[in-house]
């Protein structure tokens, strides 16, 4: 069993050793112990009904890890329910080739993404081609060599540190853009985003304004095989028409009068990765023609040039039209709607989901304080019901956006219904009043409401605010002057 491999072992005599010559040593043995330490962290089970393979299997890995044995299926699989592994060595024909078969199911249904190397005697391979089919990562035959058992468990140790890493980084990714609520219509919400995820075809989220359609289109990303490379994103309303065409699929310099240089389209950064086209319901027709041949294909052409390039990227799309009304009315192109349609994902208005409401607002309080290193403040019983009492027209968005601004401007340590109405006034009239503010107004506006965060955060303490802002205590009573601030009252 195992070409090469002999059991003998070498014994290695102590020779006592001057202090000063261990001391010599210590760095080199401390980095020893770490590696060690490291090594014995990586574990691996050795499922098999003889006890000489199992031996043998630890003797040839015993170098790089932890090896534990079970000399049957059921064993190991209670063994992995205390001590979780890295990867699985499991004998084909124990004792026979369908409880092998059988036991390599059981494991995959409870660790999914758990490398499980199959072990064979017998020349007839057609059952470790099944096992390769079930799910298994590879397969051994028992007379293989030293090196090719620990070159094969080193591929399946890595894969599952891999595939670990990437779902830590998806988590910790995923909880920067949770969908809030437990309530039926968010739990389905998360459900549906989750299914989407483990799709290859176009997603279409739709809803309107302000109900977070772009943190589910990063969620669905995250949660996704693709979440450690990049997600990209194009506001299709805020590129201007002629610039679209170069911000998606990039240029060749001199392709163009401006073009000094050559650029890298949107479709080449996220490669691998994810394309976020908001607002897909505003692009021009001759942007959807574009899109539509990329998206077909997985292909594109830079501007100035006539070499097609291949890409692969995963779109997803938004908008808070509908496109197949858009589509009868001749605005939007069909067989566009049908590509991008190819795994819907509606996303209902806030004033439908009142159940979560609440604990959204708890969510953005939290975040708030937070970001702006304010006291956390209570919401009330009557703040309660305003905020359910109130029919959110402006979604998510407009929620955020209020409870914001009560925990800027409030004094007290409890938020009041007086205080969310108040500022609900407040958004909505910024929101239809917005068309006749002046840049001049817009800036002023947003300078007054910073300052206030930053004086509230520092307990009125100008040098500290003044600190913080990045400008000199004069600069800032200045400022304060001149956007009608008073230093007690904010």
Not at 201 to 218: H, N, Y
Not at 326 to 341: K, P, S, T, V, Y
Request: with cysteine; glycine share 6%.
């Amino acid at each position: 069993m195992f070409g090469g491999l002999s059991s003998s072992s070498t014994a290695v005599q102590s020779k006592s050793r001057a202090p000063t010559g261990l001391a010599r040593h210590l760095p080199y043995l401390c980095r020893l112990l770490a590696w060690r330490q490291a090594v014995n962290s990586r574990k691996v089970l050795a499922i098999d009904d003889s006890p000489d393979f199992l031996s043998a299997i630890q003797l040839v890995l015993r170098d790089e890890y932890e090896v534990l044995t079970a000399e049957s299926g059921e064993t190991g699989l209670r063994l992995m329910e205390s001590q979780p592994v890295n990867t699985v060595i499991l004998d084909l024909h124990m004792p026979s080739n369908a409880e092998g078969l059988e036991i390599l199911k059981r494991i995959l249904d409870a660790y999914p993404h758990l490398p499980v190397v199959m072990m064979t005697a017998a020349p007839d391979l057609k059952y470790a081609v099944q096992a390769i089919k079930i799910g298994a990562h590879d397969y051994l035959h028992k007379d293989a060599d030293r090196d090719r058992i620990i070159t094969t468990v080193r591929n399946a140790v890595d894969r599952e540190r891999l595939e670990r890493e990437r779902r830590t980084a998806a988590e910790q990714a995923r909880s920067q853009f949770p969908l809030v609520g437990s309530g039926s219509a968010t739990t389905e919400l998360k459900q549906l985003a989750l299914k989407a995820a483990g799709q290859q075809q176009p997603i279409l989220i739709t809803g309107e304004t302000g109900v977070g359609k772009d943190v589910v289109a990063r969620y669905i990303h995250y949660a996704s095989e693709r979440a450690n490379a990049a997600f990209v994103k194009i506001n299709m309303a805020s590129v201007p028409e002629d610039l679209v065409e170069s911000e998606l699929f990039g240029h060749k310099k001199g392709s163009f009068t401006g073009a000094i240089a050559d650029k890298k389209g949107l479709f080449a950064v996220a490669d691998g990765g994810t394309l976020f086209l908001d607002e897909i319901g505003l692009a021009s027709t001759r942007m959807q023609e574009k899109l539509l041949q990329a998206i077909d294909d997985g292909t594109f052409t830079l501007i100035g040039d006539v070499k097609p390039v291949k890409v692969n990227v995963r779109i997803i799309s938004a908008t808070n039209r509908d496109l197949w009304q858009e589509a009868q009315a001749g605005r939007f192109r069909e067989d566009l709607f049908w590509r991008l349609n190819g795994f819907p994902v509606p996303i209902r208005p806030l004033r439908e989901r009142p159940e979560d409401l609440l604990e959204i607002a708890e969510h953005f309080l939290e975040q708030s304080a937070a970001e702006l290193s304010l006291e956390r403040r209570e919401l009330t019983v009557t703040a309660r019901k305003a905020l359910l009492e109130y029919r959110w027209p402006g979604n998510v968005r407009e929620l955020k956006s209020v409870i914001g601004r009560t925990l800027v401007f409030s004094d007290s340590r409890e938020i009041e219904a007086d205080d969310i109405r108040r500022h609900i006034q407040s958004v909505r009239h910024d929101k239809t009043s917005h068309t006749d503010h002046s840049l001049k107004t817009n800036l002023e506006n947003w300078e007054r409401e910073h300052i206030c965060a930053i004086l509230l955060a520092c307990d009125y303490d100008i040098p500290m605010a003044a600190s913080m802002l990045g400008i000199h205590r004069v600069t800032l009573y200045k400022k304060m002057r001149e956007l009608g601030l008073e230093l007690k009252r904010v």
